[in-house]
């Protein structure tokens, strides 16, 4: 026997005003109606953040005693890691805005969740090439090391560039000294070169060099003295395979633009701010110490451009106050309420489903459509 439905002839313009209305209101609530979710590794951010703050205060403590002046005009902050503008002991010349943002200590946070992108867990080892152009990105990056448990196998490039660690009584070194002996950090590194061009000190002064030279000693670092920028890559590489042993290196981070460890100016750029896990095209004809890690299949967590790791992970990028720890969306961040959004979308289907398909939309309007001029009828279906 064959059964009777009834369907509209056509759909008229009302109906999908109607289900256009209710389409809309349903973005509109799926977009205002957001929720706040915390980001993974939401603890281990925020003790790297914390352990970041700590050894910030120690470092400004450290100057003060030492009778290093803190400038209110380029150190607005008071946090003790911006340099000099220019001293015996500048390899380069830098930007004063970035060392400035550079002091965030939630940027230990953003080396965590870069670390733990790249799997990076509990005992694992990280090389490290650390630069005293930004002792401020050092400090994140031993943070978040220590704050997950891992270990770092550390070296060092020891000339600051302009605003960086440039002071000649007190560079990156003795920094990392003072961070140990105040408990901070467990860890130092375990070489240390001059630094600036072809990790040489290439340019600096006699004296200058000499400075560096005597910084390195007293640091206890084994000092890589080189010949070249390909003898100072080789014998960074020599260094962390002799520390690892039979141990994998599980990453490798950079910290700004040391030769040895990014090669020439073009292979900084060539390399992505953040995380990457494998050489970027055209990078092998750039040495460097980044690039022989990237084609070992080991990430490289490259920390430069500061300014766009910042806006990504949603930082405060104002050089006049210290950040709180936990503010940024690399710990929270506003998502969409997926129940909301999926309890719409079946709204939203429902409707079509009962004013196009169904005659339940007719019933609900046809109070309105009697009235109506020239109104047909519902057709007989079979």
Same mark, same amino acid.
């Given at each position: 026997m064959k059964r009777i439905y009834w369907r509209p002839p056509s759909v008229s313009r009302a109906v999908l005003l109607l289900i256009a209305t209710i389409a809309v209101a349903a973005v509109v609530l799926v977009e205002t109606m957001g929720v706040e979710r915390q980001q993974p590794w939401y603890a281990e951010k925020i003790a790297a953040a914390r352990l970041a703050l700590r050894a910030t205060e120690a470092i400004r403590v450290e100057k003060q005693r030492r009778g290093l002046r803190l400038d209110p005009e380029t150190d607005p902050a008071g946090t003790g890691l911006i340099g000099e503008p220019v001293t015996s002991v500048t390899s380069n010349t830098g930007n004063l805005l970035a060392k400035q943002r550079s002091t965030n200590p939630n940027f230990a946070a953003v080396v965590v969740h870069y670390l733990r992108r790249a799997n990076v867990a509990k005992g694992d080892l990280v090389a490290v090439g650390l630069s005293g152009s930004f002792p401020a990105l050092n400090i994140a990056?031993?943070?978040?090391?220590?704050?997950?448990?891992?270990?770092?196998? #550390?070296?060092?490039?020891?000339?600051?560039?302009?605003?960086? #660690?440039? =002071?000649?009584?007190?560079?990156?070194? &003795?920094?990392?000294?003072?961070?140990?002996?105040?408990?901070? %950090?467990? =860890?130092?590194?375990?070489?240390a070169s001059r630094g600036g061009i072809d990790d040489r000190g290439v340019g600096m002064s006699k004296e200058g060099r000499a400075l560096v030279d005597d910084a390195i000693v007293r640091s206890g670092a084994e000092r890589l003295d080189t010949k070249s920028l390909a003898d100072a890559i080789e014998r960074r590489m020599q260094v962390y395979a002799a520390r690892a042993g039979d141990r994998p290196v599980r990453a490798y981070v950079n910290v700004g633009g040391g030769s040895a460890s990014v090669g020439t100016h073009v292979g900084k750029k060539q390399f992505k701010p953040g995380l990457n896990r494998e050489?970027?095209?055209?990078?092998?004809?750039? &040495?460097?110490?980044?690039?022989? %890690?990237?084609e070992r299949d080991v990430p490289v967590i490259h920390l430069t451009n500061i300014e766009e790791l910042a806006k990504r992970h949603g930082l405060d990028v104002r050089p006049e106050t210290t950040s709180p720890v936990g503010t940024g969306k690399v710990y929270v961040q506003e998502e969409y309420n997926r129940w909301l959004a999926g309890v719409s979308v079946l709204v939203v289907l429902g409707a079509m489903l #009962? %004013?196009?398909?169904? &005659?339940?939309?007719?019933?609900?309007?046809?109070?309105?459509?009697?009235?109506?001029?020239?109104?047909?009828?519902? @057709? @007989?279906?079979?």
């Open positions: 990056t031993y943070a978040a090391i220590e704050a997950i448990e891992a270990e770092p196998i #550390a070296i060092s490039s020891v000339s600051g560039s302009e605003w960086g #660690a440039n =002071h000649p009584e007190y560079l990156w070194v &003795d920094m990392e000294r003072t961070l140990v002996e105040a408990g901070v %950090f467990r =860890h130092r590194s375990v070489a050489p970027p095209p055209g990078a092998r004809l750039m &040495d460097s110490v980044m690039l022989r %890690f990237a #009962a %004013f196009i398909r169904l &005659d339940v939309g007719l019933r609900i309007l046809r109070g309105a459509s009697r009235s109506g001029a020239g109104s047909r009828q519902p @057709q @007989q279906m079979v």
